[in-house]
């Protein structure tokens, strides 16, 4: 069975600091590009950022330089380092599995972990 487990969202004043984290288990991890997207109320789903096995990562112009994705392939666990925190982006925030290729597996995401930014 297949299991994304998300946590450490929350509620947060703006320019503070959250870290998310999402342990994956049942999934061959490192044939898994990671990845966290977020929705807010209204609004599609978007990319956050993802982080291929090697390290490789892709950011979201709209968090570049804010926030960091790492993952700890020991662990089978991605982080999300959320600084300087806005307002805009409140939203509820997901943990995605992409495999590397269609033969590996489906994709999976978790379900999700809401964060709350106060002005």
């Known amino acids: 069975q297949v299991q994304l487990v998300e946590s450490g969202g929350g509620l947060v004043q703006a320019g503070g600091s959250l870290r998310l984290s999402c342990a994956a288990s049942g999934i061959i991890y490192a044939r898994y590009v990671m990845g966290w997207y977020r929705q807010a109320p209204g609004k599609q789903r978007e990319l956050v950022a993802r982080i291929t096995p090697g390290g490789s990562t892709d950011i979201a112009d709209s968090v570049k330089g804010r926030f960091t994705i790492s993952r700890d392939n020991s662990k089978s666990t991605v982080y999300l380092q959320m600084n300087s925190l806005k307002p805009e982006d409140t939203a509820v925030y997901y943990c995605?599995?992409?495999?590397?290729?269609?033969?590996?597996?489906?994709?999976?995401r978790g379900q999700g972990t809401q964060v709350t930014v106060s002005s």
């Open positions: 995605a599995a992409d495999p590397l290729s269609p033969r590996v597996g489906p994709d999976y």
